[in-house]
């Protein structure tokens, strides 16, 4: 079993609707958890970061939540638009004394339709 | 800045081949790493080096080598590819090896073995 669970796998908005992206692990001890975009075709681009102590981050009209008590982080994607028709992906960190150490996502895919 | 290249960026090879997938980053970043994305799974990484002259084995190491002889070149080397092989290939660097540090992907290598 992954250790970074994405839900839904797939999902089909309309343009100008809101959507939530689910993301829960069991990855720990726990260091950082990032929110990552990738189109199609294309390498993943960072949208959020997270630490354990922050429950919040927002970039544009993208905002990402975190509850490191119930190991779940949601993306919520305000006033969609076709550009973001993507892939998104969990990557959650461990807490480790030098090097990266990360899990990632499946992934949700995303399509933003007119 | 380019920032990460890959190149190629499609190629096939038959069962036995051997050939390198390059990458490179001109953003002076010390760390750089291979990952291999497949369906239904989250990005799996390869091998990764922490500096010129350093590198280390990852999750899914077997039947790939790399070598890092500069800090802006990240090889990896297909020693006799296999269809299990089949997957697209991203590089990414980062300024150190911190998760905290985002990670550049470049645009990925599709590779197909026959």
């Known amino acids: 079993k992954n250790q970074v669970e994405q839900s839904p796998q797939s999902l089909i908005i309309l343009e100008g609707k809101n959507c939530t992206l689910q993301?829960?692990?069991?990855?720990?001890?726990?260091?950082?958890l990032r929110w990552y975009k990738q189109d199609t075709g294309r390498g993943p681009v960072s949208l959020t970061i997270?630490?354990?102590?922050?429950n919040t981050k927002s970039n544009g009209r993208y905002t990402a939540t975190l509850d490191a008590d119930t190991k779940q982080s949601s993306l919520h994607i305000t006033a969609s638009q076709l550009s973001d028709s993507a892939s998104y992906i969990c990557?959650?960190?461990?807490?480790?004394?030098?090097?990266?150490?990360?899990?990632f996502g499946t992934g949700t895919k995303l399509q933003v339709i007119p | 800045n380019a920032g990460v290249t890959q190149t190629p960026k499609f190629q096939v090879l038959k069962t036995g081949q051997s050939m390198t997938l390059q990458c490179a980053q001109d953003m002076n970043h010390e760390y750089m790493s291979w990952y291999r994305q497949d369906p239904g799974m989250g990005l799996r990484l390869i091998h990764y080096s922490v500096g010129a002259g350093i590198t280390d084995q990852g999750e899914v190491p077997n039947g790939y080598n790399v070598s890092r002889s500069t800090t802006e070149d990240f090889p990896l080397r297909l020693l006799s590819a296999a269809p299990s092989q089949t997957s697209v290939y991203f590089c990414?660097?980062?300024?150190?090896?911190?998760?905290?540090?985002?990670?550049?992907f470049g645009p990925g290598t599709r590779l197909t073995v026959l």
């Open positions: 990557v959650v960190s461990l807490i480790s004394g030098g090097y990266q150490k990360v899990t």
């Open positions: 993301c829960n692990y069991t990855v720990s001890p726990f260091s950082n």
């Open positions: 997270m630490t354990f102590s922050e």
């Open positions: 990414a660097s980062s300024y150190r090896g911190s998760s905290y540090n985002e990670q550049f």
